[in-house]
């Protein structure tokens, strides 16, 4: 299970990040955080961007509805999301892991 938590400005979605990878995709959970795989190796920014791509497109958010908020250079790093609740986010969380 993810360990979400819930702010003022949204929710806090933990990340475990694993960069070079083959293929872009949201793989599972890992120590209560979303395990998301990314081809881009982690340099100038272009693995957080390629998350954040993957993130929207996944969970059918917009970009402009994830922020990074910490781990900037870390394999673990924390996203805040804009305007969806934390049932609706699990609910779309659990559509993309089981395929």
């Known amino acids: ?24 995709a949201l ?12 081809t881009q190796a982690p340099e100038k920014g272009k693995a957080n961007d390629a998350i954040i ?9 917009k970009r402009s509805q994830i922020k990074l908020l910490t781990g900037a250079t870390s394999s673990k790093k924390k996203f805040l999301l804009h305007n969806i609740t934390s049932n ?7 559509e993309c892991l089981e395929t």
């Open 1 to 24: 299970m993810i360990d979400l938590e819930a702010t003022g400005d949204g929710l806090i979605l933990p990340v475990q990040a694993q960069p070079k990878a083959k293929k872009n």
């Open 27 to 38: 793989v599972g959970v890992h120590g209560g955080r979303l395990k998301v795989a990314i």
């Open 88 to 94: 609706e986010l699990r609910r779309r969380l659990a």
């Open 53 to 61: 791509k993957l993130l929207a497109k996944s969970l059918n958010l």
